[in-house]
Each structure stands twice: as structure tokens, then as C-alpha cells.
């Protein structure tokens, strides 16, 4: 069973950094599509960012040039650096990755951007 879990999120003043982690246990599954996912009070789910199979990167719009992922896998790892933060990123940050034909998710971590 892939078990997922985030860290690394708290309080934030707009223009700052936090870093999350994700780590990955997988049972031996190869996972790929490495995401992270966000979901604001009262608002849908939201992609943030993605690590393809291929190793390629892309971003949501709204985090484009402000938040970098990035994985280590001898240490079984997804990060988020968040940079620039508005209080607009305030939300629950969910990974998600996909092994054996399914998708798993960690129980999140809030990040809270206020002044």
C-alpha cells in the first residue's frame, strides 16, 4: 500500500518561503506523475505542479515562477519550495502520486499566508 505524507507547512507573511515534503512509501510500487494538489477554504481542488515520468516539470499559472517541486528519490522525497508567497496560497497542500493503475494522496498540510 502507498502511504503518502506531507510536511513543512505553517504560517507564512506574504513574500515569504516555506518548504513542504512529501515522503513516499511505496511497498516496492514505481511511482510516477509526481503532483502536488491544494485545496483553499470553500474552493475546488486545485493542481499546483507535476513531475512527469520523463522527468519534465510543469506548473499551474498561479504558482508559475514562485514555487519550484523537486524530488529526491534516494530518499523517497517530493518537495515544494514556495517562494513569493500571497495570501492567496492559503490552503490544505496535498502530493499525489500514481502506482499499480492508481492514484494515492497524504492527508495534506496547511499553509496559512497572512499578514
Known amino acids: 500500500q502507498v502511504r503518502l505524507v506531507e510536511s513543512g507547512g505553517g504560517l507564512a507573511q506574504p513574500g515569504g518561503s516555506l518548504r513542504l515534503s512529501c515522503q513516499i512509501s511505496?511497498?516496492?510500487?514505481?511511482?510516477?506523475?509526481l503532483r502536488w494538489y491544494r485545496q483553499a477554504p470553500g474552493k475546488e481542488r486545485e493542481w499546483v505542479s507535476e513531475?512527469?515520468?520523463?522527468?519534465?516539470?510543469i506548473y499551474g499559472d498561479a504558482v508559475k515562477g514562485r514555487f519550484t517541486t523537486s524530488e529526491d528519490s534516494a530518499k523517497a522525497t517530493l518537495y515544494l519550495q514556495m517562494n513569493m508567497l500571497k495570501p492567496e496560497d492559503t490552503a490544505v497542500y496535498y502530493c499525489?502520486?500514481?502506482?499499480?493503475?492508481?492514484?494515492?494522496w497524504g492527508q495534506g498540510t496547511q499553509v496559512t499566508v497572512s499578514s
Open positions: 499525489n502520486v500514481y502506482a499499480n493503475y492508481k492514484a494515492y
Open positions: 511505496a511497498s516496492g510500487l514505481l511511482v510516477y506523475n
Open positions: 513531475i512527469q515520468h520523463d522527468g519534465s516539470i
